[in-house]
């Protein structure tokens, strides 16, 4: 006689895990919106109990502070794998090209994960730096390292930084408010939306048209991700405190 298939739900196999369970809230999101995450909705798509749930996240805010954790594991995923790959830098290049290797990779995840980029710069705000998610902190210290090696002392490893993450969050918010206002339509003006603003009004706006239309955001972060790190000579940086950099 064949045996019965395993109808069980993950649960009762061990196999639902925090991951898991994070996975498949990422996966609703980027499918159906932030709203449509509820513990509920989530145990559905999982084939479990709601109260299940529960043993890997206390509720429905915990689970949206989930999300930011997953988006900063699965970068430093990504990042574990190209380094594989990636021929390291040498001489005073090398905290350059890690930091642009950082943002490239930052971007591509923020560019999967759409409905989650706005979380990833707010959630952190409301918690003290030790109560952030792990994964993020474990790319901060990761930044700083890099930092530290390439000779910069504390202070300035942690203007770097900052100028380093106010330039990627910018660029990729701004970019996710370009939202396209006809997918299908080949003319820039409609497919933008922007035949919608009175030309006598907007006319300067309306002019960018053919720039926004081919606007490659990942290439314009890189840009002036380079722009903003040509200008940090490498350490020290007594000229740079002095405001002599040029």
Avoid at 144 to 160: E, K, N, W
Wanted: some cysteine; proline content about 7%.
């Amino acid at each position: 006689m064949a045996a019965e298939p395993d109808r069980s739900t993950p649960e009762k196999r061990g196999r639902l895990s925090r991951p898991l369970v994070l996975s498949a809230a990422v996966a609703l999101v980027d499918r159906e919106g932030l709203a449509a995450l509820t513990m509920r909705r989530l145990a559905a798509e999982l084939g479990v109990e709601s109260m299940a749930i529960y043993r890997y996240t206390p509720g429905k805010e915990a689970l949206v502070d989930g999300l930011v954790e997953a988006f900063f594991a699965e970068v430093n995923a990504v990042l574990r794998t190209s380094a594989e790959a990636t021929e390291p830098a040498e001489g005073g290049q090398a905290w350059r090209a890690e930091l642009r290797r950082i943002a490239r990779t930052f971007a591509v995840v923020a560019h999967a994960h759409p409905e989650i980029l706005p979380l990833v710069a707010t959630r952190p705000l409301s918690v003290p730096i030790a109560r952030r998610p792990a994964p993020m902190l474990q790319l901060t210290e990761h930044i700083f390292a890099v930092l530290g090696r390439a000779g910069f002392d504390h202070a300035a490893s942690l203007m770097v930084y900052r100028m380093f993450v106010a330039w990627n969050l910018g660029c990729l918010l701004v970019d996710k408010r370009q939202v396209i206002d006809n997918p299908d339509e080949p003319d820039p003006m409609l497919r933008l939306g922007l035949h919608r603003l009175a030309a006598d009004q907007y006319p300067r706006l309306r002019a960018l048209v053919p720039l926004l239309a081919d606007y490659d955001d990942q290439q314009e972060l890189l840009d002036g991700l380079d722009s903003l790190l040509s200008r940090v000579p490498d350490a020290p940086l007594d000229a740079f405190y002095d405001g002599r950099a040029g």
